[in-house]
Nanobody
Framework: QPQLVESGGGLVQAGGSLTLACTASGSGFSINRMGWWMQKPGKTRELAAVVASGGSTTYAESVKGRFTVSRDDANRAVYLQMNSLKPDDTAIYYC?????????????WGRGTQVTVSA
């Protein structure tokens, strides 16, 4: 199964930017969808931004126009460029990958990286 390792979280002031990165390691699978989920304080985890293998993207309404998800298939990496950050973007961001292991599709998440946006 894949191991997903995130980097790039931290503390930023409102209006600032951050870039998150995630790399998948392991063998015996191909990656279908890859991206990011977010869990805000006191709330359940929700999709932030995902990119499919064909390049189509899906964004949460709250991040549209401010976040950009991209992937590097050669390095099995996914990125999240976060601009115009708001305090409401404060969350743990989890890398996500939906992979095919020649039998079935399975979803995996990383351990998460904290993003804190101060007012």
């Amino acid at each position: 199964q894949p191991q997903l390792v995130e980097s790039g979280g931290g503390l930023v002031q409102a209006g600032g930017s951050l870039t998150l990165a995630c790399t998948a390691s392991g063998s015996g699978f191909s990656i279908n969808r890859m991206g990011w989920w977010m869990q805000k304080p006191g709330k359940t985890r929700e999709l932030a931004a995902v990119v499919a293998s064909g390049g189509s993207t899906t964004y949460a309404e709250s991040v549209k126009g401010r976040f950009t998800v991209s992937r590097d298939d050669a390095n099995r990496a996914v990125y999240l460029q976060m601009n115009s950050l708001k305090p409401d973007d404060t969350a743990i961001y989890y890398c996500y990958a939906n992979v095919f292991d020649r039998i079935k599709y399975e979803s995996y998440w990383g351990r998460g990286t904290q993003v804190t946006v101060s007012a």
